[in-house]
T-cell receptor, first 115, second 113 residues
Framework: GAGVSQSPSNKVTEKGKDVELRCDPI?????LYWYRQSLGQGLEFLIY????????KSGLPSDRFSAERTGGSVSTLTIQRTQQEDSAVYLC?????????????FGPGTRLTVL | QKEVEQNSGPLSVPEGAIASLNCTYS??????FFWYRQYSGKSPELIMF????GDKEDGRFTAQLNKASQYVSLLIRDSQPSDSATYLC?????????????FGSGTQLTVLP
């Protein structure tokens, strides 16, 4: 079946502009996660959605970052007034969200470059 | 202290050798662990998960969980150059929901032909 998809694959923007990154999780997966990975660094948790529950936003680095998930499926991560330090690969993952297994499956990522 | 730590690396092994990757964790109550492989420029790919004490084998890969000593390891037998990648260990996020993971910083493995 189809895996997690993300768009765009690459995004170059100018400092101060807003960007939207999209994630399509695996069909039927109720849990969705956003991470950020800077060059040569580990995964930084940003936000977690589980079904219709309120999202865990504890990883968002500033109020310029927000995310929503419509209809329990597609998610959009929005970064307002982008800064150069926002340059990174943004990864989305989904998980079945039920049962004892919570393995996460990652999309290909969006590489964001802020000039 | 990070919840999941991968201190070793980068690691180089000759082709055909056993590569041993290690991870320690701080939360004694953690029940499940995952190993991801990440090729350069690609996203992490789940290769193994382990929920119980002991060993779990899948092809050339063996995951080991030792709850008493709080470590998780991944053994790759008959290492191939195609195994060259960064390996990420992940475990439950303390204080988070049961569905959230925390990742180690990764161990870069190079298999020399």
């Amino acid at each position: 079946g189809a895996g997690v998809s993300q768009s765009p694959s690459n995004k170059v923007t100018e400092k101060g502009k807003d960007v939207e990154l999209r994630c399509d999780p695996i069909s039927g997966h109720t849990a969705l996660y956003w991470y950020r990975q800077s060059l040569g660094q580990g995964l930084e948790f940003l936000i977690y959605f589980q079904g219709n529950s309120a999202p865990d936003k504890s990883g968002l680095p500033s109020d310029r970052f927000s995310a929503e998930r419509t209809g329990g499926s597609v998610s959009t991560l929005t970064i307002q007034r982008t800064q150069q330090e926002d340059s990174a690969v943004y990864l989305c993952a989904s998980s079945p969200g039920r049962g004892p297994y919570n393995e996460q499956f990652f999309g290909p990522g969006t590489r964001l470059t802020v000039l | 202290q990070k919840e999941v730590e991968q201190n070793s690396g980068p690691l180089s092994v000759p082709e055909g050798a056993i590569a041993s990757l290690n991870c320690t964790y701080s939360d004694r109550g953690s029940q499940s662990f995952f190993w991801y492989r990440q090729y350069s420029g690609k996203s992490p790919e789940l290769i193994m998960f382990i929920y119980s004490n002991g060993d779990k084998e899948d092809g050339r890969f063996t995951a080991q969980l030792n709850k008493a000593s709080q470590y998780v390891s991944l053994l790759i037998r008959d290492s191939q150059p195609s195994d060259s990648a960064t390996y990420l260990c992940a475990g439950p996020l303390r204080g988070g929901s049961a569905r959230q993971l925390t990742f180690g910083s990764g161990t870069q493995l190079t298999v020399l032909p």
